[in-house]
Each structure stands twice: as structure tokens, then as C-alpha cells.
């Protein structure tokens, strides 16, 4: 990495990076945010979450940037929206006949107290996880095996699966590097952060891509990237900071933070 030459975009996933993946804390996160802002660095989240979610929960982080929400179908600037996604119906359609061959269960034929135990949220938290247009989460309920099965069938319709830290998503021929491309027409360098196989496409486009460590055993597999040695929040301020000195980035002044808040 070397001195700022562009200006950066940061463009992280949500779950089990920005946000911890059992309890949703980012306090580790605020000062490296507060850092950004006063240097004019932008975030963009981009998300398996649904507008809603984001929406909600936005207004934590300060955040009124551009966005793209689940998993690469559109993206929001402002109450402009770009989609590249399939709508949710057609997907469901798709799903339909499959149900007889493999064994699990989505968003669409769940109730909202099986949403609530899968995620971990609350109610109106699962509301919003469940307010989707353009994905369908699924639970997977069979082998490994008819799980290769049932992603290539589901390709072989036209559609496509993406692993998250929870569900096999399906969704349209889009990803999270799809709306990237829109922002490399701009004079923008962009640092993207993630933890999951549905993170891979950003970090691929990305000028630097970073991967956030996971609990357990998961080790996300890539080359050139960068990755972080603490997990979750912890990592992507770990891995952020590290950027930020790397590319010259003042830190924040006591009278700065004070005049921020």
C-alpha cells in the first residue's frame, strides 16, 4: 500500500464484521468511523441485510452514504435505486419444484418466531430481515451432497447461491462485487471487508480487499488479500487503523473528538 493518491471508499459486509455475528455490537468500530468521517472517507455497507435492516440501524453509525443491499441486488443512492437483482417471486417460482427433491426451509414458509430463533433478533428486528424484494435465505436442511446438487440446479434455472454466515441464499445473477464496477467510473480507491464466501466478489474488485477473522474454525479462502488477526469488529477496526496509518490518514485530536461529540 502506498500513500493516498485517490480518494477511499470503504465497503464492508455487515454480519460477523462490521457488526458481531452473535450480539450485533460495533463499539469497536466508532472510533475508526469517527477517524473516517473527519478525513471525508465515505462507508458503504453492502449487505445481505434488507433495506429495512439497514435503514434502521444506519442512523447508529452516522451513516447516510450510498448502499447495497442483499447481497448485490441494488444499490441505493439516495431514493435512486440500481437493480441488478431477480424480484423475489420469480425465485420463489424457481424454488417451488425443488422442495420435493431436498429438504429445507426459507423466509417464505417460515413463521416469524422460526425467523427470530435463526437470526437471533428481535421481532421488529426480524420484521425487517423478512421485508426482502430481490433474495430468499434459505435454512439448509440436507447432506453436503444434495447441497452441490441442489446449487447447480438452482444455477441451471438461471439463478444463483451464495453462502452467508447463517443461510444459503438465492438470489439473481448478481453479487457484491456486481455494483462496485459502478463507483471504478469515479477516481476512488476501494478498501472492502468481509468474512463470508458471499463477501468474495467485493474483495476481488476492491483496490484492497480484507478478510475479517471468524469464530470457530471457518477460514475464508482467497488469494491477494489481506486478513485480520482479531474477529469481527474487532478485526475491522484491527485491519482498518492499519489502512488508515498506511495511507496517511490523521488521527483524531482530542479537540476533534470533542467537536464531533
Known amino acids: 500500500m502506498a500513500e493516498q493518491t485517490l480518494k477511499l ?18 463499539e469497536a468500530v466508532l472510533p475508526v468511523l469517527d477517524r473516517m468521517d473527519a478525513a471525508g472517507i465515505p462507508l458503504m455497507a453492502n449487505t445481505s ?35 441488478f437483482g431477480t424480484p423475489r417471486a420469480e425465485i420463489l417460482e424457481v424454488l417451488k419444484p425443488l422442495r420435493g427433491l431436498f429438504k429445507f426451509k426459507g423466509y417464505a414458509d417460515a413463521t416469524m418466531g422460526e425467523i427470530i430463533k435463526w437470526t437471533g433478533l428481535d421481532r421488529k428486528s426480524a420484521e425487517r430481515s423478512a421485508d426482502r424484494h430481490f433474495s430468499e435465505p434459505l435454512v439448509w436442511q440436507d447432506t ?54 458471499n463477501d468474495l466478489a467485493m474483495l476481488k474488485i476492491a483496490d484492497i480487499g480484507v478478510i475479517i477473522a471468524s469464530k470457530g474454525d471457518f477460514v475464508l479462502e482467497a488469494e491477494g488479500v489481506l486478513r485480520s488477526t482479531e474477529i469481527g469488529p474487532l478485526g475491522w477496526a484491527e485491519m482498518m487503523t492499519k489502512i488508515l496509518d498506511q495511507f496517511q490518514i490523521p488521527q483524531l485530536t482530542t479537540s476533534t473528538e470533542i467537536n464531533n461529540g
Open 9 to 26: 471508499l470503504v465497503v464492508s459486509d455487515l454480519d460477523g464484521t462490521l457488526l458481531d455475528s452473535d450480539d450485533y455490537s460495533f
Open 49 to 83: 441485510k434488507t433495506r429495512a435492516e439497514w435503514l434502521a440501524m444506519r442512523g447508529d453509525f452516522g451513516n447516510t452514504q450510498p448502499y447495497v443491499v442483499e447481497n448485490g441486488a441494488v444499490l441505493y443512492e439516495g431514493e435512486e435505486a440500481t437493480v
Open 144 to 197: 453436503e451432497e444434495k447441497q452441490e446438487e441442489f446449487c447447480k440446479m438452482v444455477e441451471e434455472r438461471g439463478l444463483r447461491t451464495l453462502h452467508g454466515g447463517r443461510f444459503l441464499h438465492v438470489s439473481g445473477q448478481t453479487d457484491k462485487g456486481t455494483p462496485l464496477a459502478h463507483f471504478r467510473k469515479k477516481e476512488v480507491a476501494i478498501v472492502a471487508l468481509g468474512d463470508r464466501p
